[in-house]
């Protein structure tokens, strides 16, 4: 997937706080400084950032601020070994290389301790007819079996309810594809479902309060 402009440019920012939190590696209990390199990509409040020309400049980075800790946890360890590592995961790959395992912990505990921000754009109402196939999709697959206490998940589980649309697009195809291979599960179970079906998935879960 090629990157737009405006990523670039957002990108080019990211790696730009690589250099203080490379040099506060070894400071494990400073989770809130190593966490500001995550506001480059990761909006905490608002709308999305924008590029120049208007459009969102990272559409597919999901909200992590109110995230389960656990769930964040094993991300940034996966993106350490490679073991999540799509084309869309190169940056995190770079940006965890220098964190130890307790400085993972520390981040992952402080950004799940954050307010979830309140991004989703509620583009599909509950009326709508995508919005009520998927909330019967979700149901009939029986995805809370996992994403449970009202799709806000738990511990590992990761919460999906008012994920950003691009976001859950994206990492549901690179499931389906085999791209993201750190959930064998997720990719097994993905591939039942026709592209109709997804994209009404998609808009159940992105726009649900």
């Not at 509950?126 to 079996?145: K, N």
């Not at 994403?147 to 549901?172: A, C, D, K």
Request: hydrophobic share 35%; charged share 15%.
């Amino acid at each position: 997937m090629s990157l737009s402009r405006g990523c670039y440019q957002y990108l080019a920012t990211l790696l730009m706080t690589l250099a203080p939190w490379n040099l506060r590696a070894t400071d494990a209990g400073d989770a809130k400084e190593q966490a500001r390199a995550c506001v480059a990509c990761h909006p905490t409040s608002g709308p999305p950032m924008l590029s120049a020309s208007g459009s969102p400049a990272i559409p597919v980075t999901p909200i992590i601020w109110g995230q389960n800790a656990g769930y964040l946890y094993v991300q940034l360890r996966d993106f350490k070994r490679a073991t999540r590592a799509s084309d869309n995961d190169s940056v995190m790959h770079a940006m965890t290389q220098p964190l130890t395992d307790a400085q993972m912990l520390s981040i992952a505990e402080y950004v799940s301790a954050q307010p979830w921000p309140a991004l989703n754009s509620k583009s599909t109402p509950p009326t709508d007819l995508q919005f009520r196939r998927g909330e019967e999709l979700v149901a009939y697959g029986d995805c809370g079996a996992c994403h449970f206490n009202n799709w806000q998940g738990y511990s590992v589980t990761p919460r999906l309810r008012g994920q950003t649309p691009e976001y859950l697009t994206m990492t549901i195809g690179e499931f389906r594809s085999g791209k993201r291979a750190n959930s064998p599960g997720m990719s097994d179970l993905l591939h039942v479902y026709s592209e109709d079906e997804i994209n009404a998935i998609v808009a159940y879960l992105s726009t649900i309060d």
